[in-house]
């Protein structure tokens, strides 16, 4: 009998699992059809313009630099999908990483550590100014009922203001009246190793770890399960002895605290420094 529900949840495991990859590939398909029939209205060849595609995007040079850009998609993807599995909507991400990225980037250049121990610092210290950033509008849902949306949304116009004056106050070149427009440029010992010289660093690989832990921590542990659990039906998981608040809490902690990282390909992997003109993809 245990053998045959085990048959049958394995069953239907691998039927959602290709239902959604059937899903993903018909939406690719359509995507391609819809692009061919307005190629074709405006008097261009589809064929030839998927073969551009193809035959530009597989050469080693623009597939690295599709991996590299990429690197921080990732990161914000995993903050984003992380909430939502709650219902929770972290509209903010661009601000918690923007913050992050200013205090990673300054402390950084105020320590001295051996090479593997000051990347994980910048690292540590960026995802706690995400995670710091992100409690405030977890503290004003659980403490007000503010909407995560609303106060997310304002929080990133509060740190954009807020790095604003930061370099205007304290980065300000006295000799010309203008700005330093970056942070001073963290040590060697604090930058990120390349995979592929000038092409690709290793935030990549350390995407692809949360990644990977994102899927663990989601859909293989305790608090994963009680995160799907809140999001899918809130009655029940507070029935079930689910804290809801804390949930919340956590959440969009974890959220603010992978947020973090998308700039973090730039700031140690690229530019080495940040400044308010800087970009996670630059």
Known sequence: MNQQLSSKRNSDSMRKSLNTLGSSVAAVILALVICGVLLLITGKNPLMAYGKILETGLTSEKFLEMLKRA?????SAIAVAIGFKMNLFNIGVEGQYLFAALISAEMGTHVSLPAPLHV???LIVAMVSGAAWASIAAILKITRGINEVISTIMLNYIALSFIQWIFETFFRDDSDGGLNVKTTE????GRMPDLVHDRLNGMFIVALFV???????????????QLRASGLNPIAARTAGIPAKRMILFALLLSGAVAGLVAMPSVIGDVYAYGPSSTPTQ
């Open 71 to 75: 690197t921080p998609l990732i990161f």
């Open 120 to 122: 994980l610092f910048i």
């Open 211 to 225: 990644a990977f832990l994102y899927w663990i921590i989601v859909f293989r542990s305790r608090f994963g399960f």
């Open 186 to 189: 963290i040590a060697p010992s």
